[in-house]
């Protein structure tokens, strides 16, 4: 394999930053908890990890051939996830618009940030917190789902008040749901 090759994969993945390309009109919309978990994030990587890789590539650097040498190799590969990581924490905080859900205005009604309890035709209640993208994976307990505000579910329940029924379009059709609770929680 030409060596060309081979490093023009590598600069291909320090490059990829797993940002997904913007939409036009697209908006970054975060809680204050989701921005505030990002940002904690973001200075343990600087303050904390990549200091120790780095100084482990260092020591690894330092004891010779770096062809065979498996902490020089695996400190390099992971020193390259720990930047683009830092990158995408980077680009995600600067354009991260903040909504504090508690200062909702109109809280009869769905917004960013509000918890939603609904029920569908099966009479299955579920409880779901719309947030951020970037905030969906980082929170679920017992009782509460994080949705995306761009997701199917939080399109279909955004401005809707209790006791309103809606229609979700889901990959099996079409399901009436009907909203039976909608909070604002600190």
């Avoid at 036009?24 to 990587?45: I, K, S």
Wanted: no cysteine; glycine share 6%.
């Amino acid at each position: 394999m030409s060596k060309a090759l081979v490093r023009e994969s590598q600069d291909a993945d320090d490059e990829d930053d797993d940002t997904p390309p913007p939409l036009p009109g697209d908006r970054n919309y975060m809680t204050p908890e989701g921005y505030r978990r990002l940002r904690e994030e973001h200075q343990q990587l600087v303050a904390v990890e990549r200091p120790k890789m780095v100084e482990t590539v260092t020591w690894a650097a330092s004891n010779g051939d770096r062809s065979e040498n498996g902490d020089y190799l695996y400190g390099k590969k992971r020193l390259r996830e720990i930047d683009r990581r830092l990158r995408f924490l980077a680009k995600r905080l600067e354009t991260a618009i903040v909504v504090d859900p508690e200062r909702q205005t109109d809280k009869s009604r769905v917004l960013f940030g509000a918890t939603v309890t609904y029920v569908d035709e099966q009479d299955v209640e579920r409880t779901v917190k719309i947030v951020g993208r970037d905030e969906v994976d980082m929170g679920t307990d017992a009782d509460r789902q994080y949705v995306s505000w761009v997701s199917p579910i939080a399109r279909a329940l955004m401005k809707a008040r209790v006791g309103d029924s809606l229609t979700l379009t889901t990959p099996r059709g079409p399901v009436e749901i009907e909203v039976l609770a909608i909070a604002y929680d600190a």
